[in-house]
């Protein structure tokens, strides 16, 4: 069984910050790539910013230079933090991680349960 559990999410004003913390447990060999995602209302998922196992990093467009991703490999965690929030980020945010269980395994992508971000005033 492997568990992804989210955190951090909240209500923030416009121009304000909130870091989203995301930890995996579980049976778990080895964890590639991990991202964040999120969804707001009427609208599709959307990738946010990933993150690979020897840390480059990728980006959507609408958060570049706003929004930073990081990971600790020993702690399975991966982070998100997110500064200038404006009220056009306001969504569920999703944890994501390409997990490999075993040594005979491929991997797998899991998912958090999500974190609601609501920015506004």
């Known amino acids: 069984q492997v568990q992804l559990v989210e955190s951090g999410g ?7 910050s909130l870091r989203l913390s995301c930890a995996a447990s579980g049976s778990i060999f080895s964890i590639n790539d991990m991202g964040w995602y999120r969804q707001a209302p009427g609208k599709q998922r959307e990738l ?14 609408s958060v570049k ?3 930073t991703t990081s990971r600790e490999n020993a702690k399975n965690a991966v982070y998100l933090q997110m500064n200038s929030l404006a009220p056009e980020d ?9 997990i490999v269980r075993d040594r005979s395994s491929s991997e797998s992508d899991y998912w958090g349960q999500g974190t609601q971000v609501t920015v506004s005033s």
Do not use: E, H, K
């Open 10 to 16: 909240g209500l923030v004003q416009p121009g304000g």
């Open 48 to 61: 946010v910013a990933s993150i690979g196992r020897s840390g480059w990093t990728n980006y959507a467009d």
């Open 65 to 67: 230079g706003r929004f």
């Open 90 to 98: 306001t969504a569920v945010y999703y944890c994501q991680a390409r």
